[in-house]
């Protein structure tokens, strides 16, 4: 409940914020929308050269993509730990944080909370609307059920990876380049990982499991049975995962000796 | 004078050299996106011979190179140069003896030069043993390569400069540094070559300074390009050096007349 009202007072605070620097907020809203449409070109460029891609057509490659997007604008809403080395350690603020009663981490997502990401769960929910009917998918009674449960354990999934890598910059002192990086690969797991070879399978299943945030859990709803057991395993992936961040976050907020002033 | 602009690159060189986890982590990664690169077009190429005039083993190779070159001219002068604005220590790096946009671009240098011994040359190396790259065997083509990729450096980081001194007119130019990453991306061939664009896509694409980033160097070291069409390259490459020096030079005056400082 504590909680809830400080999310409430924050996203207040965020509204004020914004509406200081109006044009800004529609630059933003539409450069996410176009980092969206600069993947979506790459599928359909893909398509104008090839009918299948490891045996997936078009319309499920772009269902795979619309779910993709699902729960990676509710992770950028709540969770967004890009600059948190320069912001926090670096210039000390993470000393302010830790003097507040409420759970330091919690905080740390509540400053940076970015509302306008969710646009790209909304036309990412429209894309998988599409292409489903498009591939005349039956509208099932856990499909709805399904989709939350899965949207949630994708985003334990990212919130459990980018906290673990984050948490890393409690013990280097390095601006961490780490993540923007990591943005690269995450959009790997959108793609059939069947095309790939086992060591890369393996590392984007078991290691930095984001086939568990775009094919595996889509799959399901495609109907495709080869992949089920793998949808399945998403909400124990998403709980493992978070639960990796969370250690590893609170091992590092306990080695953490404040820095700059 | 001079002097104090090469220390400029020393000194971003040995800032680099002190962050060694960036370092091994960025030399997986990227050898990482180049595998992944290589499978996904292996299986759009399936038993295809050739897309947009680029062979099987020409994709694998451009792929790399792109990838490679990437790691050589990637820079986040764009972000630096905004968090100076919105801090307000612009304020002083504008009353000092030097020009602020050369020594951003100096900066860049010396974080290129990093880059290039610590990740683009080890990471080259793995790629080649891992993958069936093909690379030229004429030292022309090698010495026009390097040549080449010093311009994409030249011209990424002109950009970069552009959007970072867009801060002084849009505040918080998060949005736009976001577009910009995405578009220099996709834009510039890294992901798709040009030619297997739309041609209308493809058509606008020519006309814009992204390509001279990492298609047309791919693609003359792919050897798709040969001869007198290296040259047309290098031309397009300078041209747009050329051109991308107005936007900087107008925005450096016209940000030292509206210079506000918003805290700090």
Known sequence: MYYLGLLIEYLKNYMKTRL?????????????????ATNFIFILVIFMHTDSLGGWNQNEVVFVYGFFMVPFGVFSCFVNMWGFSERYIVKGEMDRILTRPAHNLFQIFLENVDP?????????????????????????????PMLIILTLSAVAIYTGIYTTLTSLSFYSDAPTGILPLMYNIQTYGRYPVTIYNRAIQVLLTWIIPFAFVGIYPAALFLHRDEMRTMALLTPVVGAVFLGIGLTAWSYGVKKYKGAGS | MLGAYFDFIRIRFLTMLAYRVNYYSGILIYTLNIGVNYFTWKAIYGGGESLGGFTGAQMTTYVAVSWMARAFYFNNLDREISTDIR???????????????????????????????MLMLPGMIIAILLFPVQLPTELSAWAGFLVMLFFSFLISSQINIITGLSAFFVENNEGMMRMKRVVVDLFSGLIVPITLFPDWLSSVLKVLPFQAITYLPGSVFTGRVQGVGIWNVLGIQVIWFLILLVPIVWLYHAARQRLFVQGG
Not at chain 1, 118 to 144: H, K, Q, R
């Open chain 1, 20 to 36: 200081t620097y109006r044009a800004d907020f529609w630059v933003e809203v539409i450069s996410d929308l176009l980092f969206q």
């Open chain 2, 87 to 117: 801090d307000g220590s612009i304020a002083i790096q504008f009353i000092r003896p030097y020009n602020y946009v050369l020594v951003k671009m100096m900066q860049g240098l010396g974080e290129g030069m990093f880059r290039f011994m």
């Open chain 1, 116 to 144: 306008p990401s969710l646009f790209g769960s909304i036309i990412g929910l429209t894309i998988m609307a599409i292409s489903g009917s498009n591939l005349g998918l039956p509208f099932e009674w856990w499909t709805i």
